[in-house]
């Protein structure tokens, strides 16, 4: 067990470019979360994915923000045309077990950063 | 919705002080309650958890008390060290239809020898 992994760590992009980050959950875990985190906060859901299917998206979540989990592993998630308000740690994280009781396996995160 | 109240920090103790962390919430039905931590430069980790009224989570000198008629999950240590100093995020999950997990936005303790 490696642990919940993100990539890149950090990232630097202008106003409007496109970018991607990529999550690899625990393996034996079929549930991956997508989190946003401000300075001060605490994580803001964005988006839930139980093996291949994405389940919830927050109403707050933009249309400029898309994820995917293709064959219920890995995970991306893609921001198109990015803002200054963008700027975030963006969280990924696993789980498995009885829902709404289970253990939260997160990983580092991918700092973002947007000029 | 649901909702996580902590309070504000940052917390400052000394080494072998007693230490409160006040949580609060406010959902439906009987809601899951975490503790996750944050180490400088890590990612966050459960502490610690109870899954229904009364259930005392511990973990590592930590513990919570999940108090339904207050709705409340306090955090308590007896003793805090250096090597606490971490943020504390309280939470919740598997309240009125949904499992999307809710926190709090966390409170930074500082320990000082």
């Known amino acids: 067990d490696t642990g919940v992994s993100q990539n890149p760590r950090h990232k630097i992009t202008k106003r409007g470019q496109n970018v991607t980050f990529r999550c690899d959950p625990i393996?034996?875990?079929?549930?991956l979360y997508w989190y946003r985190q401000t300075l001060g906060q605490g994580p803001e859901f964005l988006t839930y994915?139980?093996?291949?299917?994405?389940?919830?998206k927050s109403r707050l979540l933009s249309d400029r923000f898309s994820a995917e989990r293709p064959k219920g592993s890995f995970s991306t998630l893609e921001i198109q045309r990015t803002e200054q308000g963008d700027s975030a740690m963006y969280l990924c994280?696993?789980?498995?077990?009885?829902?709404?009781?289970?253990?939260?396996?997160f990983g580092p995160g991918t700092r973002l950063l947007v000029l | 919705g649901n909702s996580v109240t902590q309070m504000e920090g940052p917390v400052t103790l000394s080494e072998e002080a007693f230490l409160t962390i006040n949580c609060t919430y406010t959902?439906?039905?009987?809601?899951?309650l975490f503790w996750y931590v944050q180490y400088p430069g890590e990612g966050l980790q459960l502490l610690l958890k109870?899954?229904?009224?009364?259930d005392k989570g511990s973990n590592k000198g930590f513990e919570a008390t999940y108090r339904k008629e207050t709705t409340s999950f306090h955090l308590e240590k007896g003793s805090v060290q250096v090597s606490d100093s971490a943020v504390y995020f309280c939470?919740?999950?598997?309240?009125?239809?949904?499992?999307?997990?809710?926190f709090g936005r966390g409170t930074s303790l500082i320990v000082h020898p």
């Open positions: 393996s034996e875990h079929n549930r």
């Open positions: 994915f139980q093996n291949e299917a994405q389940l919830e």
């Open positions: 109870a899954t229904k009224a009364d």
């Open positions: 959902a439906t039905g009987y809601p899951s």
């Open positions: 939470a919740l999950s598997g309240s009125g239809g949904s499992y999307i997990p809710t």
């Open positions: 994280a696993s789980s498995s077990g009885a829902r709404g009781q289970e253990t939260q396996y």
